[in-house]
């Protein structure tokens, strides 16, 4: 894994005090929710800060319990906007930024790809090799 905790807090954008994780049963509890069993880093992200991370992510949608509603969102904009497109069923949609720009991996092996889409995208992009990779671009761009 990719050491979460350690990212976030070694790189100033969170503290340990700020850092609130998901229990396991609370993550079984959403991979019921959702349908979906996820990688093994993202299940660490939701352990270590899945809830808050200090300034992790503060302009982004991307903690429980707003990952939820993101699946149904990201669908919706699909629908409208690509009428030709369809996510793939394995798809997670885990952030969300102002209701046009989404981004998701596929929930095969412990460490995908990342891909976005923006609302007037023909289909979405990879804009990761990893989930792991991603996260550390997110952690690299977020204020101090």
Partial sequence: MIGIRQLLVASGVATAAELYGLSAQEIEALEAKIGLVFPGVYRE??????????????????????????????????????PGYQLPDDALIFTGYQGYQYTFFRCLGDDPPVYRFFDDDEEPTQTADSLSAFLREMVATTPR
């Fill in 45 to 82: 992200f939701l352990s270590v800060a899945g809830r808050s991370a200090g300034r992790f992510a503060s302009e982004v949608d991307v903690f429980f319990p707003d990952v939820v509603e993101l699946q149904g969102e990201a669908k919706e904009l699909i629908a409208e906007c690509k």
